[in-house]
């Protein structure tokens, strides 16, 4: 099963930095913007909620590490489930989360490694294209655009590798058609192993989901609701 959770900037407020341990909070008050602070808050405090009802343990407890597929180092890179140094969350759960403007959306997978990807069509400049499109794809502008970046984004969110890897050295679908990846560098297999979907997503914004391996029940649930249930308390469900 993979969840889609959606909430909104303005659903920060201080007390969520509770949720969070020292050194997230530290990542956070780097942003010298008001409104970054809070998409980081809101995007964190409702994964460590989400995965902390999972695991049966405190948000802050939750063992989140990173690790980077590029250099094969721990401590930087792609967030999963598990101590620095053992295997990159194999077992799950898996998570992305992703925010702009004044959206936030977390992706918690049993189904495999997984990425979510959401922009603002504000995004969508069209001399980003040379940056994002493949040899073998058509150009694309607009919506068009931004649909194609962020099932690009969603993708290189899954692999871990971030915007590390050029989107032209991969392809995705056109627009148009469903998502789905079609090639992959050093890895032909891929593209069969890994599922793409466009996800709904509030007017004004696109967003993509990707995980590696066949996806089952896909569920939408309203994020803003989980965090607004901890003013009621501790116990918190946010399945």
């Not at 998502?179 to 007017?203: E, F, N």
């Amino acid at each position: 099963m993979t969840g889609i959770w959606w909430a909104h900037v303005r659903d920060a407020r201080p007390a969520l930095a509770a949720l969070l341990p020292p050194s997230d909070v530290a990542r956070m008050q780097r942003y010298h913007q008001a409104a970054d602070r809070d998409r980081h808050l809101v995007a964190w405090a409702l994964s460590r909620v989400i995965i902390g009802d999972l695991l049966g343990c405190a948000p802050a407890a939750v063992p989140v590490s990173r690790y980077c597929p590029q250099c094969g180092q721990s401590g930087h890179g792609k967030p999963y489930i598990g101590a620095a140094g053992t295997q990159t969350g194999a077992a799950g759960p898996h998570f992305s989360l992703s925010h702009a403007g004044d959206r936030v959306v977390v992706a918690v997978s049993s189904d495999g490694p997984a990425g979510v990807d959401v922009e603002a069509t504000t995004r969508a400049a069209d001399a980003i294209d040379g940056l994002v499109r493949a040899p073998a794809e058509q150009p694309a502008r607009g919506a068009d655009l931004l649909r194609r970046w962020v099932r690009k984004e969603a993708v290189l969110k899954a692999t871990g590798h971030g915007l590390a890897m050029p989107m032209t050295r991969f392809a995705v679908a056109p627009p148009g058609a469903p998502a789905r990846l079609l090639s992959w560098p050093d890895d032909p297999s891929l593209p069969g192993r890994l599922t793409l979907r466009d996800l709904a997503s509030p007017p004004g914004y696109a967003a993509a989901l990707a995980v590696i391996g066949p996806l089952g029940q896909l569920v939408t649930h309203d994020g803003a609701a989980v965090l607004a249930a901890l003013r009621d308390g501790p116990a918190v469900t946010a399945r």
